[in-house]
């Protein structure tokens, strides 16, 4: 056989380096000299990076450098074509994309913050501390708990970050409470309240 490549190679197969269209001209040797050509088309497959992930309330949106056809997951087992997800439970996570060829992957961590609205201290070993999950992953961070008066009642940081209910020892009663939290100086005060209930 005779090979006859658009790159002006004779060899049976070749290598190329850049996407594209490809044809090659394969001929019989005598005395048949029958020729037929075959058309291939080369797509680079890119490998992902990821850019950022956005962190909104409880959703996490991976977003990459580049695009293709990717998958993404955050536990490395489960994947999904979407880079959305929706994760109630505050804590840090991982997120994977994989090109779905198998032509390189990334990850990268991100937090989620989970305020309660509400708790029971009744020492039944479920919900019994306010715990605003996530924030341990924060060094910055800063919670200041008050009463419906405005009395400061309790703060909280990444090191000391649950309320058991109680002020100098002594359980405050069920009601309404408010809180001012703050990740870091770079971040604005959220603002909010949640009920204790005995």
Not at 127 to 144: C, F, Q, T
Request: charged fraction near 20%; proline fraction near 5%; aromatic fraction near 14%.
């Amino acid at each position: 056989m005779i090979y006859d490549w658009s790159t002006n190679e004779t060899s049976q197969t070749i290598s190329v380096s850049e996407p594209g269209t490809y044809s090659v001209i394969v001929t019989s040797l005598p005395p048949e000299n029958c020729s037929k050509t075959k058309t291939i088309t080369v797509t680079e497959l890119l490998s992902p990076q990821i850019q950022e992930i956005i962190v909104n309330n409880t959703t996490a949106t991976v977003i990459t450098t580049n695009s293709g056809d990717f998958e993404y997951s955050i536990d490395g087992y489960n994947y999904q074509n979407s880079n959305i997800f929706i994760i109630p439970e505050g804590g840090q996570y991982t997120a994977y994309v994989r090109e779905k060829n198998g032509c390189g992957s990334d990850f990268d961590t991100f937090v989620i913050i989970t305020i309660p609205e509400y708790f029971t201290p009744n020492n039944d070993g479920y919900n019994d501390l306010w715990i605003i999950k996530g924030l341990a992953y924060y060094e910055e961070a800063e919670v200041k708990l008050f009463d419906r008066y405005g009395k400061l009642i309790a703060f909280l940081n990444a090191i000391n970050y649950s309320w058991d209910g109680n002020l100098n020892g002594k359980q405050l009663p069920s009601d309404d409470y408010w809180y001012v939290f703050r990740i870091d100086r770079n971040h604005p005060e959220i603002k909010g309240h949640f009920a204790l209930k005995r």
